[in-house]
């Protein structure tokens, strides 16, 4: 089993839509958490970190749910411009290193 | 332009030869990292830096793989007898640790093609 999983899709949706991501990681031990976004042939970028508590940035709401073991993601009212891929990241704790689920790739369709 | 750069940004090479790529972090980072990212997967962690020590190395990363911080600045990787497995993006990545905060910044990347 992979220590971070995400259904790689893609989620094909109409603009305007509201879409959410899912993300499961294994080890209980982790302790820090993000999503960056990879648009094709680019490299990684921060998106956005995910708190305990849930935190929001405009459109987009992340959520940690550690009994679960998931992080999700909530775009809402997407664009064209957030196709992209969405990179779940975990960090356990003792490491600094990213453990990197495959991506979720999303298509906002005119 | 202040932030991660790499290079070369591309690379084609032969089977059996070496190569060699160039990471120039953010001036004032203190880790450095190194990860391949194949199609359709996420960046794999290979090995990382603080200063000019190795910290932890993958088992991704066979004796083929060396990587150098040597003067806690710029990084290299060097890929001996380079295999058509290796063909993927070397993405480095730098970070200032403060706390427990880490956020890494990475590089546009070096797209290896082994033949």
Known sequence: ???????????????????????????????????YRQDCRKEPKLLMSVYSSGNEDGRFTAQLNRASQYISLLIR????????????????????KYIFGTGTRLKVLA | DTGVSQNPRHKITKRGQNVTFRCDPISEHNRLYWYRQTLGQGPEFLTYFQNEAQLEKSRLLS????????????????????EQGDSAMYLCA??????????????????LTVL
């Open chain 1, 77 to 96: 009212d997407s664009k064209l411009s957030d196709s992209a891929t969405y990179l779940c990241v975990v960090i356990t704790s003792g490491t600094y």
């Open chain 1, 1 to 35: 089993r992979k220590e971070v999983e995400q259904d790689p899709g893609p989620f094909n949706v109409p603009e305007g839509a509201t879409v959410a991501f899912n993300c499961t990681y294994s080890n209980s031990a982790s302790q820090s958490f993000f999503w």
């Open chain 2, 63 to 82: 004796d083929r793989f060396s990587a150098e911080r040597p003067k806690g600045s710029f990084s290299t990787l060097e890929i001996q007898r380079t």
């Open chain 2, 94 to 111: 730098s970070s200032l640790v403060r706390g427990s905060y880490n956020e890494q910044f990475f590089g546009p990347g070096t797209r």
